[in-house]
């Protein structure tokens, strides 16, 4: 037995207390690990990063899709960019509204790993409805024009293969990808330890984009926990939001006033996305 | 430089990236180090439990004091259990009706390693509202009767000096030293990493209660960051609240807005504290 550390930014570390190491491989992207925790259940890490515990990642992934979904009162057509453990696709599914879901994952090794030690995760990945490509989000995004109803931003942090998701220039191709009516959310960061990622990623989304919300959710396996998540679109604003789509959802994290508690930020995350 | 780790019930571990070990000693109750780490200012650790970080510390003392204190419409005579790094204290006194704090620590050592390393967390200890007992909070709750307007249970997590502070006697207590009207806040533990003491808390707290509310905050440098705490009143419910009177206070977490949104729990959160 034996701990695993993600050290994040010199400043901070998150730790699991391991049993087992089940996977280890370096893929022509990064470094994939999966180990078997004592009290978080699997765990899987990217170049050391953490990105997926089977105790907690209900939080980030109903986060990511809920919000989103539940903007667009009609999400037929689905992208999600990165996202190769499945988790994001498992929470889209759940909307009956959708027809088609791309997936568009740089590593095809991230996938195939979680397809065998996160079957909970990676359980829609074969859905008739969902079709994976397995290549960079940025190249296939820049091909897009008015494609997608929403588009869900499913990277990790801003070093290595993710870290043109969180550049201007990619913001708008994803806004050219959208229909009219779109809605794009994507993953924002630490708002405590990331501060100036936070604030560079929404002051380029609200150059691109008319209407740019910030919500919050606790993910507790990220460094710090507290996680923000960036809403925009070109014509739907806030109040348009149907907190109800959710009704009838088998959700653990958001509900209807959950999911309206998480645009109302703590002051200094409203300072810092403003 | 070295990392030091809080490792919490054999499961998850949060760590620091620290510089120097300002200050060491067993006092009769327990270890108490300060840290200065590169990330998060000083650390305070009891018995090598995080209690306090300068980067992030306003969220835990905002969370404690704000919620009662906004419930409560002219919260004058008030009771801190624990707390002895004074950073409750010094929220409390944002909020002109006070007149008096009573501070009840079990370890005069913590205040006084406090005022020396923490200056802006212990800032208000010598205010002259201010009295400070240390001495054994359950033995001398139990001598209160009808006194207090506002009780705040600061105190660790149930293991050694704190262990009595989770259990339905000392909540007992707690009512018949509140005066009529009066309300009581308590932090209650990681719904995530220790579901079964925020369960039994809530479960006791409402056996003596007639109102009791489950709220959350995401305090950074506590494991999971979710953390849970208890809202209390035999004749105060929840819709009395008045958040206008954090208008203008000096607050970085609460907000009007995000002191409502606390109470709109997340589904897995609002189950466990039912």
Redesign the interface.
């Given at each position: 037995m034996t701990?695993v550390?993600e050290?994040y930014?010199?400043?901070?570390?998150?730790?699991?207390?391991t049993t087992q190491r089940l996977h280890h491989e370096v893929s022509p992207f990064q470094t994939i690990d999966v180990h078997q925790?004592?009290?978080?259940g699997k765990l899987l890490t990217l170049d050391g990063m953490v990105m997926v515990t089977e105790?907690?990642e209900f939080?980030y992934h109903e986060a990511l899709v809920h919000a989103p979904m539940c903007l667009h009162p009609d999400p037929k057509r689905i992208l999600v960019v990165g996202g190769g453990d499945g988790g994001t696709v498992r929470e889209v599914l759940r909307h009956d509204s959708v027809e088609s879901i791309e997936l568009c994952e740089i590593d095809e090794r991230v996938t195939l790993v979680c397809e065998e030690h996160f079957p909970t995760v990676a359980s829609e990945i074969r859905n008739p409805k969902v079709r994976c490509r397995f290549e960079d989000a940025i190249a296939f995004v820049a091909t897009c024009e008015s494609e997608y109803d929403v588009i869900m931003v499913d990277g990790s942090e801003p070093v290595g293969p993710a870290e043109g998701l969180f550049e201007r220039a990619f913001f708008e191709s994803l806004k050219r990808a959208l229909r009219p009516g779109g809605v794009l959310s994507a993953q924002a960061e630490?708002p405590?330890?990331a501060p100036e990622v936070v604030s560079k990623t929404f002051g380029g989304m609200r150059e691109v984009f008319q209407h740019v919300h910030a919500y919050?959710a606790?993910?507790?396996?990220y460094p710090?926990?507290?996680w923000t998540f960036c809403l925009a679109s070109e014509d739907r604003a806030l109040e348009q939001m149907r907190p109800q789509a959710l009704a009838g959802l088998p959700?653990?994290?958001?509900?209807p006033?959950?999911l309206?508690?998480?645009f109302?930020?703590?002051?200094?995350v409203?300072e810092l996305t403003r």
């Amino acid at each position: 037995m034996t701990w695993v550390y993600e050290h994040y930014r010199d400043a901070t570390a998150i730790g699991f207390h391991t049993t087992q190491r089940l996977h280890h491989e370096v893929s022509p992207f990064q470094t994939i690990d999966v180990h078997q925790t004592i009290g978080n259940g699997k765990l899987l890490t990217l170049d050391g990063m953490v990105m997926v515990t089977e105790l907690d990642e209900f939080v980030y992934h109903e986060a990511l899709v809920h919000a989103p979904m539940c903007l667009h009162p009609d999400p037929k057509r689905i992208l999600v960019v990165g996202g190769g453990d499945g988790g994001t696709v498992r929470e889209v599914l759940r909307h009956d509204s959708v027809e088609s879901i791309e997936l568009c994952e740089i590593d095809e090794r991230v996938t195939l790993v979680c397809e065998e030690h996160f079957p909970t995760v990676a359980s829609e990945i074969r859905n008739p409805k969902v079709r994976c490509r397995f290549e960079d989000a940025i190249a296939f995004v820049a091909t897009c024009e008015s494609e997608y109803d929403v588009i869900m931003v499913d990277g990790s942090e801003p070093v290595g293969p993710a870290e043109g998701l969180f550049e201007r220039a990619f913001f708008e191709s994803l806004k050219r990808a959208l229909r009219p009516g779109g809605v794009l959310s994507a993953q924002a960061e630490s708002p405590l330890y990331a501060p100036e990622v936070v604030s560079k990623t929404f002051g380029g989304m609200r150059e691109v984009f008319q209407h740019v919300h910030a919500y919050t959710a606790t993910c507790p396996t990220y460094p710090g926990g507290l996680w923000t998540f960036c809403l925009a679109s070109e014509d739907r604003a806030l109040e348009q939001m149907r907190p109800q789509a959710l009704a009838g959802l088998p959700t653990r994290y958001f509900n209807p006033q959950s999911l309206r508690a998480s645009f109302m930020l703590p002051t200094f995350v409203a300072e810092l996305t403003r």
